[in-house]
């Protein structure tokens, strides 16, 4: 399977605001018809950074009087941190510093022929593209400016990625599905 990065963004392509909110995106409510379900189905396995994991803990976690019930994901989620996080009982999460590449490699191994899907932040996915272990990107563009914040995406590409797909969901969204198109294949780790 492949390593995917989905995420949503403002029109000015940020994905979280200057405060690392995601507070802009909420407003809009949830798009109409989307196919993220049906993505969600076929991921196996999940990779965040920690400003990610922290805003999900945050905002539905540790308000949650079931703090296990709250955290959104069933499938095993590496964090990437570089700092002590708070742990949530009873979940599949590890903690993971460092390199990308060991991380993708069990990711792997877990996901058998499911997705391993790049959750956030843009830095995070960026490090997956350095490393030639991402196959697709799928934004979310949301009819909203933020002016700064987090990029969605900060890293220049080699190549122009290619674009799978364009879909309107209801009169706020538009969802980009991108395949990575790295110059030297021969550098990209194939998908295992």
Same mark, same amino acid.
């Given at each position: 399977? @492949?390593?995917?990065?989905?995420?949503?963004?403002?029109?000015?392509?940020? +994905?979280?605001? #200057?405060?690392?909110?995601?507070?802009? $995106?909420?407003?809009? *409510?949830d798009?109409?018809?989307t196919? =993220?379900?049906r =993505?969600?189905?076929?991921v196996?396995? !999940?990779?965040?950074?920690?400003?990610?994991?922290q805003?999900?803990?945050d905002?539905?976690?540790?308000?949650?009087?079931k703090?296990?019930?709250?955290? %959104?994901y069933k499938?095993p989620?590496?964090?990437?941190?570089?700092?002590?996080?708070?742990? +949530?009982?009873?979940r599949d999460?590890?903690?993971?510093?460092?390199?990308?590449?060991?991380?993708h490699? &069990?990711?792997?191994?877990?996901?058998?022929? @499911? !997705?391993r899907?790049?959750? *956030?932040?843009? #830095?995070? &996915?960026?490090? =997956?593209?350095?490393?030639?272990? $991402?196959?697709? !990107? +799928? !934004?979310?563009?949301?009819?909203?400016?933020l002016g /700064?914040?987090?990029?969605?995406f900060?890293?220049?590409?080699? &190549?122009?990625? /290619? $674009?799978l797909?364009? @879909?309107?969901?209801?009169?706020? =969204?538009?969802?980009?599905?991108?395949?990575?198109?790295?110059?030297? %294949?021969?550098?990209?780790? @194939? #998908?295992?």
């Amino acid at each position: 399977m @492949k390593t995917v990065f989905n995420a949503a963004a403002s029109l000015d392509g940020y +994905i979280a605001d #200057d405060r690392n909110s995601l507070e802009w $995106l909420f407003q809009l *409510g949830d798009p109409e018809d989307t196919e =993220f379900d049906r =993505f969600y189905d076929q991921v196996g396995t !999940i990779a965040m950074g920690s400003t990610t994991y922290q805003w999900i803990y945050d905002h539905q976690v540790s308000v949650s009087n079931k703090p296990s019930d709250a955290w %959104p994901y069933k499938v095993p989620v590496w964090v990437f941190s570089n700092r002590t996080m708070p742990r +949530i009982e009873n979940r599949d999460i590890r903690f993971v510093s460092g390199s990308v590449e060991p991380v993708h490699d &069990a990711m792997c191994r877990e996901a058998g022929d @499911k !997705i391993r899907w790049i959750v *956030g932040g843009g #830095d995070l &996915a960026a490090q =997956f593209y350095d490393a030639g272990l $991402l196959n697709e !990107i +799928i !934004i979310t563009v949301a009819s909203v400016t933020l002016g /700064k914040g987090a990029p969605v995406f900060p890293r220049r590409t080699d &190549a122009p990625l /290619k $674009l799978l797909s364009v @879909k309107q969901y209801g009169s706020a =969204f538009a969802e980009l599905h991108y395949e990575i198109q790295y110059v030297n %294949p021969s550098t990209a780790v @194939k #998908d295992q």
